[in-house]
């Protein structure tokens, strides 16, 4: 027997499979027909976008008068004073005097070398505002 060969159950099995396709009920066909070929208006969502694109209006508008203002030499990109503007820092390097732990190396005779830690004083340089 072949694999595509139509066996007797087959007719049945297909018979009783189409007899119980689902159908739908009676009035869904007519109402669904009757909502979506009707000629009526399309309702219209909310514009959404509306305030988004005044919003990038609205930016594009004052990016523009702002370059305006600027190439006209007013405003905040505009250079409206003859004086420079120069950044002057009020801060100093100084020595201060301290105190810290400094290590040193001891060698003895006969004793091998270990490291001892001494109080020295130092001066560290330090910045001043």
Do not use: N, W
Not at 56 to 65: E, L, N, S
Not at 113 to 127: E, G, H, I, K, N
């Amino acid at each position: 027997m072949g694999e595509h060969e139509r066996q007797p159950s087959d007719a049945r099995v297909e018979s009783l499979l189409r007899a119980c396709a689902p159908t739908p009920p009676p009035g869904f066909v007519a109402d669904l027909q009757r909502r979506l070929l009707t000629d009526r208006a399309p309702v219209r969502e909310p514009q959404r976008r509306r305030p988004l694109l005044l919003g990038g209006f609205a930016a594009a508008a004052a990016a523009a008068a702002v370059l305006l203002l600027s190439l006209a030499g007013a405003g905040p990109l505009g250079a409206g004073t003859e004086q420079d503007v120069r950044a002057v820092s009020k801060c100093r390097l100084l020595a201060v005097p301290g105190h810290e732990r400094v290590p040193a190396i001891v060698q003895r005779r006969g004793a091998p070398p270990r490291v001892v830690y001494r109080r020295q004083s130092v001066r560290r340089l330090v910045t001043r505002c």
